[in-house]
Structure formats: structure tokens, C-alpha cells
């Protein structure tokens, strides 16, 4: 069953296209990963599917419902945190999530006990929100998309301000809550790996457009390995590699590291090389093809992510 | 009812609360504090007078002052708080989110004026006041709700005004201007009348024979600024994006 679909989905403001006829179709269940550098159109995407802002033209249907028609029942079925989530800094946490499922009214209710401790905070806790980090407000964000029991959960950058340990448990409650309650998750990001450990398709997209559509598990086949390399003198083992082996595909990293495209195959043959040239190789691994490379291959890397 | 509950929650240790009775109290404690400098004591001056006094001072100063920014901070609240994405995001009428918000500065102004006349009562306890009598407080709590009601539809303009400027300042900016522009009204006859702010103090007491004002007139004034406040904010913040 098709969860999400828009069809042309366009947004203006004035003369700019922030959204350029976007057509996503995300079955009911699976973790959607929406891909794009900051200003590509990813919030503004999510506003549209919220009804917060009306499309210029195009549609939008949840459970082929169209939003603009049945927004209020629609709303019902949809979690979202919509850029940074704000609340109200005079309440705690508890009193904030009370206001939200009181006005949203649903039977289907999980007690606000029940969600913020799936999210990781103290629902005792009495402190105000002023007073929480970013993470605590991220995880308050998170647990209140959870309050009403959604079938689709829309998150605008949804680690935002999480550290390490609590990106690795946001994740992980985010592949328990699409595994276990089919829940249909879209999650808007322009951190690539989290994207990448996440989603089972990415949609990418740049200035606008959807420029791409692939699933985690076809770009993992798709991918051509590549070699990564660390040397002594990088510089050299570029001319090297033009010169000697005829090689053009390549990118310098940090740390005198170059990543060999289209060249797995030759690990043997440019190891010898170097070692005649006498470069000193500290590593040289075969890498499969990740998404970074390939949304770098697809916006041609105008921007940075 | 439940809804209503709600927005009360928002509000809930907000510091103006105690701030708003502290300086509507202000007007009665400084009457207070003449009564205890003169010579004379209450120098005749009576319950009825002293309501009137404070009830004037309120209706063109404090009142506007004190009510606009009560408006402004509830309804700026959700931008100044960037709630509002969340809230619209959940199935709400947008108009029924107004008129929430509506209700809790209609109950909140009642409160304030309810205890100025608390105020005002205790304080002819304390010097002596002639005239107070259960009739003469009776009176005194009518004229306060009377007051408070003429004071709602002039509210709505400083409704549109906060959602257009989305932030508390401009509720607190509207009021100073109001305040100014009712100063100059009441030094002439005809905008007196007739401009929408200074018309509660026309409603609220006996026109003198002298001046020849049309009360229907301003009273639909009044309602006009107040439907003209309400069908702006309505329309304005149901095509608002967040």
C-alpha cells in the first residue's frame, strides 16, 4: 500500500522554485531517506505534507487521501518534527507533550509516560524546558510525533543536535518503530551516513528537483568498489596514476588518503607501481561505492553537505 | 472547555501573570497612597468617585496598556515559542486556536478588573471611604465587567497587528500609540466620540448634555473596529505559513 505519493509536487516563493515538480511514491512501512543540501527543498517538502504550507501545484496524498482535501484526518494518522522542534519553554517536558495530546484528541493514545521514555527522558523530570540541551529537545520532538501513534512519521532532520550515543539510539528507535509498528517513516536529512544506515530508499534531492530515486540495497549492488589509499606523497601518486596507468578518477582526502575510482580491479598493479616509484603505501583497502559518492556524482558536489 | 484548559497551560508560570495584577493594582495603591499624604485623609472623596477615578484611569491608560499586552504575549506566544509549526501540524481548526486564545485574555482581563475592584474596596476599608456599602461594591463589579466587555472587540485589531508582526513588542508598541492618539482624542468633542479607544469612557459614563454625541454611532464604531480586528486576524491566520 502506497503511504505517500505527490505528483508534481511544486512550491514558489516569488520567482523561486524551492520545490520543482517532485513525484515520490514511499510504500506504507518502509524508511524513506530524503536527501539534499541545506536549501534544497527538504523542509519545504515536509511543510507541504503537513498542509503548513500550500503547494503551488501538484499533490499530495496520504493514504490517498489528498492533504489539502482531508487535512484534518489525515493529520490523525501523521508524526512530524518540522525543522528544530520549539516548545513551550515555561513547561516541562511532561506539561508540553499533555498540551499536544490533549489538542490532537486521539483515542489511539499512548500515555506520555510510555513515549518519553521510549525516547529516552524522564517524564518525572521537572525540569523546564528552557533548560534542556538541544538532544532533550530533539528527543521531546520525537516523542511528541510518537504521542498519537502514527502510521507516518515525518522528521525534518530528526538528529539535530543528538551526540553520538544519542544518534545511535535514535536510530535504533527509529528502526523499532519501522519494523515492529510498520510504521512508515520519511526522514529528511543532509547528513549522508545517517541516511545511508537508515533508509531502505533515498530520494535525492537538489535545487528543487528529485534527481534520483535509488534503494539502499541497488546502490550497494549497483556501487562499483573503488580503492582508498594512504601514501607519503599524494601529489606524486596522482601524476602517477595519470602517467603510468592511464587513471583519472580520483579524489584526495585528508591525511594523504586518495580514493581510486574505477580501478578495484588494478589494486595489485598500482600497489607494485608505488612500490617501484618508491611511495611508501600505509594502506590500501577496496571500499564499496557509498552514498556520499554517489550524491556527490549526482550534484557534482556544487555544495557542500 | 478542554481547549480553553489548554491555553491557560501555555501560559502557565508565565511572570506576566503576576506583573499584570501588580500594575493594574498600581492606579488604586497610588490613590492609596494620596489618601495617606492629605491632610484630609479621603478628603471627601467617596467609593463611588474613587471607582470612577480608577475606572478612567483604566479605560485610557492602564487598561490599554496592561490589556494589549496581555493580547499581545498570548497570541505572539506560539511564534515567539516556534510552537506553532507543531500546533497547526496536529488537527486543529485554525480558528478554533483564536478563539481559544480569545477566551483566555476575555477571562484574564476579567480577573485583573475583578481585582482592581478587590483592590479598590479594600483600600476604602482602610481609610474610611464614604459610600461603601454592598450596593455601592455591587455597582463597582457591574461597571468593571461592563468595562471589561466594551474592552474586548477594541482588542482584535491588536490580535491582527500581533500576527502580522509575529512578535510581543508589537502589541506593547500598538498600545503606547493608542494611548497617545487617546490623550489628543479626548481634548477634542467630535474624536472623542468617535475614535474607537477613547469610545469605552463614552459608554462608560453619563455625556454631558452639553456635548452632542450620537452613542448608536460610536457604539457601531466599536463593533465595526472589533469585526474589522476578528475577520482580519481569522482570514489572516488561516492562509498563514509557518
Redesign the interface.
Known amino acids: 500500500m502506497i503511504a505517500i505519493e505527490t505528483k508534481n509536487l511544486t512550491k514558489s516563493f516569488g520567482s523561486h522554485r524551492a520545490v520543482d515538480r517532485v513525484n515520490l511514491s514511499i510504500e506504507q512501512g518502509e524508511i524513506y531517506g530524503f536527501l539534499g543540501n541545506n536549501g534544497a527543498g527538504k523542509t519545504t517538502t515536509i511543510k507541504m505534507m503537513t498542509g503548513l504550507i500550500p503547494p503551488t501545484e501538484g499533490s499530495i496524498k496520504i493514504f490517498g487521501e489528498d492533504v489539502r482535501k482531508s487535512k484534518q484526518e489525515i493529520l490523525k494518522r501523521v508524526g512530524c518534527i518540522v525543522e528544530t522542534p520549539g516548545f513551550f519553554g515555561n513547561l516541562t517536558g511532561q506539561e508540553n507533550l499533555q498540551i499536544y495530546l490533549r489538542i490532537s484528541g486521539s483515542s489511539k493514545r499512548k500515555t506520555i509516560e510510555e513515549t518519553m521514555e521510549l525516547v529516552g527522558l524522564d517524564p518525572k523530570d521537572p525540569l523546564l524546558v528552557r533548560r534542556y540541551s538541544l538532544g532533550m529537545k530533539q528527543r521531546l520532538g520525537i516523542a511528541r510525533a510518537l504521542l498519537n501513534q502514527p502510521e507516518i512519521l515525518l522528521l525534518d532532520e530528526p538528529t539535530n543536535g543528538l551526540d553520538p550515543l544519542g544518534i545511535r539510539g535514535m536510530r535504533k528507535l527509529l528502526r523499532l518503530l519501522a519494523k515492529e509498528q510498520r510504521m512508515t517513516l520519511f526522514l529528511s536529512s543532509h547528513i549522508l551516513t545517517e541516511v545511508e544506515q537508515l533508509a531502505d530508499r533515498v530520494g535525492i534531492i537538489h535545487q528543487g528537483k528529485l534527481i534520483d530515486e535509488i534503494s539502499m540495497e541497488g546502490l550497494r549492488k549497483q556501487g562499483s568498489a573503488y580503492l582508498e589509499i594512504q601514501v607519503d606523497r599524494p601529489s606524486e601518486v596522482l601524476r602517477l596514476l595519470e602517467t603510468e596507468l592511464g587513471i583519472f578518477d580520483f579524489t584526495v582526502k585528508a591525511e594523504n588518503r586518495i580514493e581510486i575510482f574505477d580501478a578495484a580491479e588494478q589494486s595489485a598493479r598500482i600497489n607494485q607501481m608505488l612500490v617501484e616509484h618508491h611511495v611508501e603505501v600505509y594502506q590500501l583497502n577496496r571500499k564499496e561505492q557509498s552514498l556520499e559518492r554517489h550524491f556527490i556524482e549526482l550534484t557534482k558536489g556544487e555544495k557542500r553537505v | 472547555m478542554?481547549?480553553l484548559q489548554?491555553e491557560f497551560?501555555?501560559?502557565?508560570?508565565?511572570p506576566l501573570i503576576l506583573l499584570s495584577f501588580l500594575g493594574i493594582s498600581i492606579v488604586p495603591l497610588l490613590m492609596g497612597v494620596i489618601f495617606s499624604k492629605n491632610v484630609n485623609g479621603v478628603d471627601g472623596t467617596t467609593f463611588a468617585s474613587f471607582v470612577e477615578d480608577v475606572q478612567m484611569m483604566n479605560l485610557m491608560v492602564m487598561g490599554i496598556m496592561m490589556f494589549g499586552l496581555i493580547t499581545s504575549y498570548v497570541f505572539s506566544?506560539e511564534f515567539e515559542?516556534?510552537?506553532?509549526?507543531?500546533?497547526?501540524?496536529?488537527?486543529?481548526?485554525r480558528s478554533r486556536l483564536l478563539w481559544d486564545k480569545f477566551l483566555v485574555v476575555f477571562v484574564w482581563i476579567m480577573c485583573l478588573l475583578v481585582a482592581n475592584v478587590i483592590e479598590v474596596v479594600v483600600i476604602s476599608m482602610i481609610w474610611g471611604v464614604e459610600g461603601l456599602n454592598l450596593s455601592s461594591i455591587a455597582t463597582a463589579f457591574g461597571m468593571a465587567i461592563r468595562d471589561g466587555l466594551i474592552f474586548m472587540p477594541l482588542l482584535t485589531p491588536i490580535v491582527l497587528v500581533t500576527l502580522l508582526v509575529r512578535r510581543y513588542v508589537a502589541g506593547i508598541v500598538f498600545s503606547i500609540t493608542v494611548v497617545v492618539i487617546n490623550v489628543v482624542a479626548l481634548s477634542s468633542e467630535v474624536y472623542y466620540a468617535y475614535y474607537p479607544y477613547t469610545i469605552p469612557l463614552v459608554l462608560a459614563g453619563p455625556v454631558p448634555e452639553e456635548m452632542s454625541i450620537s452613542v448608536p454611532i460610536s457604539i457601531m464604531i466599536l463593533l465595526a473596529t472589533g469585526l474589522v480586528g476578528a475577520v482580519g486576524s481569522v482570514i489572516y491566520f488561516q492562509k498563514i505559513?509557518?
Open positions: 478542554k481547549q489548554l497551560l501555555k501560559i502557565k508560570r508565565s506566544k515559542e516556534n510552537t506553532l509549526k507543531s500546533t497547526l501540524a496536529i488537527p486543529v481548526r505559513s509557518v
